[in-house]
């Protein structure tokens, strides 16, 4: 089975070239497969993309439950409107600065759509503004595979305090996934939660691999249980917390995990994005993950 290591999206830095270099060169040294851009342009991944359509403004910062820190509200005023691609530039600038593969990482329609203040009558419901968030995302998916983007990855955290939506995000991710047209890896991640009891509905979601946050028993006793019907990408480290797993426990965490995986490749990362870390241990984490693949121990 290939073993491929990957961060989950965000990364603390600042949003500069010379911060940019050494977050990619960081993420190659722990020997990452699959890097990000560490998204250091976005203050909040889901306010910030929201922001980049006309007819958004951003209110006041607030927490909300199932994000990992609070962000921006954003508050839709008009018929949303994608005047260029939001995150080619981005990309292609990470992509020339990277010697790995670069992943995009988007938020997706339905969290999206949960999180941002309706004050228009263009969209009578958040249901309705998820339908358009899903295609003016199923376009910038277009854009990315047009340009070789490798891999894409829709966070939909807020499904899990919705999740009797889980077939209302089925609906949404189709058009997404069929812009990709299999020019690119589509990853559905969610975090910050217990997916154990929607394990088995994750499985059917349009994507090519399915992420999931192995910080909660619930999920790790599914997998463990059953397997996974698609490619799966382990968020075996913990995103928020500041201690440094060990790496007896993570790799008997990954023998279970694995018992009856049939796929011929998973994903190792970390739960969720590391932006709220310590630079320090946010590079510690991932080194982590590096040293339990190679069998040795982590640099310090």
């Known amino acids: 089975m290939e073993i491929v290591l990957a961060n989950h999206s965000t990364y603390p830095g600042a949003p500069t070239d010379a911060e940019l270099v050494r977050v990619l060169r960081e993420q190659v040294d722990a020997g990452l497969d699959l890097v990000t851009d560490?998204?250091?342009?976005?203050?909040?991944?889901?306010?910030?993309?929201?922001?980049?359509?006309?007819?958004?403004?951003?209110?006041a910062t607030t927490p909300r439950a199932g994000m990992a820190a609070p962000l921006a509200q954003p508050i839709v005023e008009a018929k949303l409107r994608r005047r260029r691609p939001v995150t080619l530039d981005y990309y292609r600038r990470a992509a020339a600065r990277s010697t790995?593969?670069?992943?995009?990482?988007?938020?997706?329609?339905?969290?999206?759509?949960?999180?941002?203040?309706?004050?228009?009558t263009a969209y009578a419901s958040a249901a309705?503004?998820?339908?358009?968030?899903?295609?003016?995302?199923?376009?910038?998916?277009?854009?990315?595979?047009?340009?070789?983007?490798?891999?894409?990855?829709?966070?939909?955290?807020?499904?899990?305090?919705?999740?009797?939506?889980?077939?209302?995000?089925?609906?949404?991710?189709?058009?997404?996934?069929?812009?990709?047209?299999?020019?690119?890896?589509?990853?559905?991640?969610?975090?910050?939660?217990?997916a154990g009891p929607l394990y088995a509905q994750l499985n059917s979601l349009p994507a090519d691999v399915i992420a999931v946050d192995c910080t909660h028993p619930g999920v790790c006793d599914a997998i463990a249980a059953t397997g996974s019907g698609k490619p799966l990408a382990l968020g075996i480290v913990d995103g928020t917390a500041a201690a440094i797993e060990g790496?007896?426990?993570?790799?008997?965490?990954?023998?279970?995990?694995?018992?009856?995986?049939?796929?011929?490749?998973?994903?190792?990362?970390?739960?969720?994005?590391?932006?709220?870390?310590?630079?320090?241990?946010?590079?510690?984490?991932?080194?982590?993950?590096?040293?339990?693949?190679?069998?040795?121990?982590?640099?310090?």
């Open 38 to 59: 560490g998204q250091l342009d976005w203050p909040s991944p889901t306010a910030s993309l929201l922001a980049a359509f006309d007819g958004v403004r951003l209110g």
């Open 100 to 120: 790995r593969p670069v992943k995009t990482v988007l938020t997706g329609p339905f969290t999206l759509a949960q999180t941002a203040t309706i004050a228009t």
């Open 247 to 300: 790496l007896h426990a993570l790799r008997r965490l990954l023998e279970r995990l694995l018992h009856r995986y049939v796929q011929p490749a998973v994903q190792l990362q970390p739960s969720c994005g590391l932006r709220t870390l310590p630079p320090g241990v946010a590079r510690a984490k991932l080194e982590v993950l590096g040293a339990l693949r190679s069998g040795s121990s982590p640099v310090s």
């Open 128 to 194: 309705a503004l998820a339908d358009e968030l899903a295609m003016l995302l199923a376009h910038e998916v277009a854009a990315l595979a047009a340009i070789g983007a490798p891999a894409i990855q829709l966070d939909e955290p807020l499904l899990l305090q919705h999740p009797h939506e889980v077939r209302r995000l089925r609906e949404l991710l189709e058009p997404i996934y069929d812009a990709a047209a299999g020019q690119t890896q589509v990853i559905v991640a969610t975090h910050g939660a217990d």
